[in-house]
Nanobody
Framework: QVQLVESGGGLVQAGGSLRLSCAAS????????MGWYRQAPGKQRELVAA???????NYADSVKGRFTISRDNAKNTVYLQMNSLKPEDTAVYYC????????????????WGQGTQVTVSS
């Protein structure tokens, strides 16, 4: 069993900031990558940012320079610092991990969080 606990969503005015957190626990041997996706009403889920175990990062063009992803490997936690928020950033944000389960070192699985709502008012 794996659990992802997301926190930090909410309502903020345009130009404001929010910090999302996602803590992973359970039957995890290692986490290869952690990321944040978002889905706005009527749109497909899209990658916002991702980070590997070695610290390499990848961002959607729409958030480059405004969002920063980071992780604490000791705590199996990933963060998304969101600055200069815009109304178009409004969406449900989902945490996702690619992990190796305990006892199955040859496998890599994906696991998704429940999502946290981010609403940016104009």
């Amino acid at each position: 069993q794996v659990q992802l606990v997301e926190s930090g969503g909410g309502l903020v005015q345009a130009g404001g900031s929010l910090r999302l957190s996602c803590a992973a626990s359970g039957s995890i041997f290692s986490i290869n990558a952690m990321g944040w996706y978002r889905q706005a009403p009527g749109k497909q889920r899209e990658l916002v940012a991702a980070i590997t175990s070695g610290g390499s990062t990848n961002y959607a063009d729409s958030v480059k320079g405004r969002f920063t992803i980071s992780r604490d490997n000791a705590k199996n936690t990933v963060y998304l610092q969101m600055n200069s928020l815009k109304p178009e950033d409004t969406a449900v944000y989902y945490c996702m991990i690619k992990y190796v389960p305990k006892g199955y070192p040859w496998r890599e699985l994906d696991y998704w969080g429940q999502g946290t709502q981010v609403t940016v008012s104009s």
